[in-house]
């Protein structure tokens, strides 16, 4: 419990930090600023996502495919950062994924419903970074979004790009 408080207040803080020091450096900000410091969190959490599931599989076996890589996202790595899997995994079996998550732990100190909606995008930055680094570890380069339409549910696309 102590732990995912830490860690929700650390991701706004960092969030925080990012959006203060890209408006100093500017004074007000328009869209190219704002996908500017999105870009950042993405990259953070990129290298973060890197970091943990180097950890978490290094004793597990090998995955046999792209859909059992994505099972122990939505299970494995998903409980170890946001202590609950996610509720819904979806696909097209073409290399798309749908991944829901109905309380999604960054959101949940925002707000429910709508009232916050356009605040979301950029508490949603980082833990795009953090699936799309761990994929990349696990030999899968993708590209993810994030998409909330009532807080705190949150779906998280991931399209994986064949080489």
Not at 83 to 107: A, E, M, P, W
Request: charged fraction near 25%; glycine fraction near 6%; include cysteine.
């Amino acid at each position: 419990m102590t732990d995912e408080a830490l860690f929700e207040f650390l991701h706004m803080e960092i969030v925080s930090h990012v959006y203060k020091e890209q408006q100093a450096s500017k004074g007000e900000m328009d869209n190219k600023d704002r996908a500017v410091c999105v870009s950042v969190l993405e990259g953070m959490g990129f290298r973060v996502g890197q970091g943990l599931i180097e950890r978490l599989t290094r004793d597990s076996p090998s995955f046999k495919d792209e859909l059992d890589i994505m099972k122990f996202v939505c299970k494995d790595f998903w409980t170890k950062v946001f202590r609950r899997q996610v509720d819904n995994l979806r696909t097209n079996h073409q290399g798309t994924y749908v991944l829901q998550d109905n309380k999604f732990t960054l959101l949940t100190q925002l707000s429910s419903g709508k009232q916050y909606l356009d605040q979301a995008p950029k508490y949603l930055a980082f833990s795009c970074g953090m699936v799309r680094g761990a994929l990349s570890n696990l030999g899968l380069d993708s590209v993810v979004t994030a998409e909330v339409s009532v807080m705190p549910s949150c779906k998280f696309q991931v399209v994986i790009q064949k080489l």
